[in-house]
């Protein structure tokens, strides 16, 4: 979380119409990216979690040096932003992979909720040191500080690994192999109506997000001109948005999931979302903004993210690892690449504003109709499994 407030800061020294063209270049490499992550984990899935956060740490060292000499900044800037996107998407995605592997449905049920919350907690202090250091250290020192937390996730993913040993039925996990086949995972997110179910709650989660990102970009660099004064403003806003979603996760994620389902509490967000892009359009100012960013991300990462991994435990272990990633990284860019383009092709026209809140409200019907309809096939699979329906 210490390389949101960077990146978003930095981009925003150019112009910001051009972050369309950063969305298509994000798809671009992730589509690039899959296949080589569906041939690494064929052998040893769960090696791969940490050797993967070994060369993010060591590739934000390089950004470091790059920055901190001043190295082409423009171009330094814009592949700075693709690579922070890269690295937001992939990190977490392999991380929960590996707990959708290593844990059943019963265990996730109970736990997603507090490890989400522990994982807030690291989110919570990127944002806090981003803000108390960068007037010291500068935009590039931060970097520094995100390579050391990578380091430390390291470690954490040997404990779970180590106590996932303890767990029921962890050699039978273990044992099964991952199958041969960089596209493997693509395809089984085709082949899948549960899978594409969860493709469609991406894709819409990726929209409304950007519709949002892209109405802050043009908000902030109008009343925030200075790169130092936007990175504290960035990381203001997360710090706020991460200790709410601790509270969220904490107390209220784990009761919800067991009482409701995934469903239920998955569609919150669509109802939080659709609310905040009208309220944009009616009043596009940065105290609007502030209240919007920080209730979506809450309930989006405080409620929606432990309740879409839960939709994880119950495939195989190979979509796991695969199909997940496919569904974390591509389809979540490629809802980024679209909407972006229809997001500046609706708000040039005359009556953009008009235009946005008819597309925003049929996405949210849409995205309300497939978080229900995974919560009951959530349940239908889990009813097929060793453990009992709560």
């Known amino acids: 979380m210490c390389l949101r407030p960077v990146r978003d800061a930095l981009v925003l020294d150019g112009d910001p119409n051009r972050l369309p063209w950063l969305f298509t270049a994000n798809f ?11 041939m690494a984990v064929r052998r040893s899935p769960r090696r791969v979690v940490p050797i993967s956060f070994h060369i993010f740490a060591v590739v934000s060292l390089v950004f470091f040096a790059l920055i901190r000499q001043n190295v082409a900044p423009h ?182 999931l067991r009482w409701l389902g995934p469903g239920i509490v998955m569609a919150v967000l669509p109802v939080v979302q659709c609310a905040g892009i009208l309220g944009l359009e009616a009043s596009p100012t940065l105290t609007v903004l502030v209240a919007v960013q920080v209730t979506s991300r809450t309930v989006a990462f405080g409620l929606l993210r432990p309740a879409r991994e839960l939709l994880f435990t119950v495939v195989s272990r190979d979509e796991k690892y695969r199909a997940k990633n496919v569904l974390d990284t591509l389809v979540y860019r490629l809802g980024d690449f679209a909407s972006s383009w229809v997001y500046i092709g609706l708000v040039s026209v005359a009556a953009g504003g008009l235009a946005l809140t008819l597309t925003t409200i049929p996405l949210t019907l849409i995205w309300l109709a497939l978080a229900i309809g995974l919560g009951v096939a959530f349940r239908r699979r889990l009813s097929l499994t060793k453990e009992p329906v709560p």
Request: glycine share 8%; with cysteine.
């Open 28 to 38: 671009a490499v992730f589509i690039a990216i899959a296949p080589l992550w569906g």
């Open 75 to 256: 171009v330094i800037n814009v592949v700075f932003y693709i690579w922070a996107a890269v690295h937001n998407q992939f990190v977490v995605s392999v991380f929960w992979s590996l707990l959708a592997d290593v844990l059943g449905p019963g265990a996730a049920r109970r736990l997603y909720g507090p490890i989400s919350a522990g994982g807030t907690v690291g989110a919570v202090g990127g944002p806090l040191l981003t803000k108390l250091l960068v007037s010291h250290v500068g935009v590039a020192g931060v970097l520094v500080i995100a390579a050391l937390f990578l380091e430390l996730a390291v470690l954490g993913t040997f404990q779970i690994k180590r106590i996932a040993k303890t767990m029921p039925l962890a050699e039978e996990h273990e044992a099964q192999p991952i199958a041969q086949g960089a596209l493997n995972g693509l395809r089984d997110v085709v082949r899948s109506p549960y899978l594409m179910a969860i493709a469609g709650l991406v894709f819409c989660t990726a929209t409304a997000a950007t519709f949002v990102y892209l109405a802050q970009a043009d908000i902030v660099k109008v009343a925030l001109p200075d790169r130092t004064a936007r990175t504290d403003y960035f990381a203001t806003v997360d710090l706020v948005q991460q200790s709410a979603t601790f509270v969220v996760q904490l107390l209220l994620a784990a009761p919800l």
